[in-house]
C-alpha cells in the first residue's frame, strides 16, 4: 500500500542547536516534495519545493534533501530558534494528471529556550 | 492579493442543521481542495477540484457536497450536520505543480 510518514510525532530540541526531521515514503514516485509549516490554529504555510532531480535546497536556515533511491526526505533547521515551534508537514507532489498532495501528518517541533 | 479567503471562522451548528462554508480565492489558481483536520491529528481531503464545473471526491467526502461554478469560489456544503463533522476546515488552492496557499480555517462546531 502507499504510505507517507513523519517519523517523530514530536521533537523537543534545545535552542541554537540544528532540528532534523524525516518524512519516508512507500509505493509513490513523487516529482516534487514539499515542506511547510503549520502554527496552532492557522493553516499551514508554504517553506520550501525539491524536484527529483535535487539533491538539496537552502533557503536561509532551512534545508532539505531528497534521496529518490531511499524514498526520504530530511529537513533541517539549523540554529534554530524558540519561534521554529511549529508543526511541519511534508508532503509529496506526484505530477500524475491532476493529483491532489499526498500530506504527512507531521511532525511537532518544540524549540526550548 | 488577498489569497485565499474564508467565512465564516467560528460556526456552531446543532445537529441535522445545514450549512455552507464560503471559499475564494483572487490568485487565479485552477487547483482548489477542501481539507478537515481534527485535533492532533494530520489534514484529510474531502473534496478538490481541478477548474470550473470539474469537481472530485477525496478520501473523507461522504456528508459533504461541493461546486465549482467559477475559477474563484470552492463552496463547501455540510447537509444534516452531524457531531463526527465538528473539525477544522481549511480551503486551499494552487496554480498546477507548484505551492498550495491555505486559507485561514473555519473551526465548525456540531452539538
Known amino acids: 500500500s502507499q504510505k507517507i510518514e513523519q517519523n517523530s510525532e514530536a521533537l523537543n530540541i534545545q535552542e541554537g542547536k540544528t532540528a532534523t526531521l524525516t518524512c519516508n515514503y512507500t509505493?509513490?514516485?513523487?516529482?516534487?516534495l514539499q515542506w511547510y509549516r503549520q502554527d496552532p490554529g492557522r493553516g499551514p504555510v508554504f517553506l520550501l519545493l525539491?524536484?527529483?532531480?535535487?539533491k538539496e535546497k537552502r533557503k536561509e536556515r532551512l534545508k532539505v534533501t531528497f534521496d529518490t533511491t531511499l524514498k526520504q526526505s530530511l529537513f533541517h533547521i539549523t540554529a534554530s530558534q524558540p519561534a521554529d515551534s511549529a508543526t511541519y508537514l511534508c508532503?509529496?507532489?506526484?505530477?500524475?494528471?491532476?493529483?491532489?498532495?499526498?500530506f504527512g501528518k507531521g511532525t511537532r517541533l518544540s524549540v526550548i529556550a | 492579493n488577498a489569497g485565499v479567503t474564508q467565512t465564516p471562522k467560528f460556526r456552531i451548528l446543532k445537529i441535522g442543521q445545514s450549512m455552507t462554508l464560503q471559499c475564494a480565492q483572487d490568485m487565479n489558481h485552477n487547483y482548489m481542495y477542501w481539507y478537515r483536520q481534527d485535533p492532533g491529528m494530520g489534514l484529510k481531503l474531502i473534496y478538490y477540484?481541478?477548474?470550473?464545473?470539474?469537481?472530485d471526491k477525496g478520501e473523507v467526502p461522504n456528508g459533504y457536497n461541493v461546486s465549482r461554478s467559477t475559477t474563484e469560489d470552492f463552496p463547501l456544503r455540510l447537509e444534516l450536520a452531524a457531531p463526527s463533522q465538528t473539525s477544522v476546515y481549511f480551503c486551499a488552492s494552487r496554480l498546477d505543480s507548484y505551492e498550495q496557499y491555505f486559507g485561514p480555517g473555519t473551526r465548525l462546531t456540531v452539538t
Open positions: 509505493n509513490y514516485s513523487p516529482a516534487y
Open positions: 477540484s481541478v477548474g470550473a464545473g470539474i469537481t
Open positions: 525539491i524536484r527529483e532531480n535535487e
Open positions: 508532503a509529496l507532489d506526484l505530477f500524475s494528471g491532476n493529483t491532489p498532495l499526498v
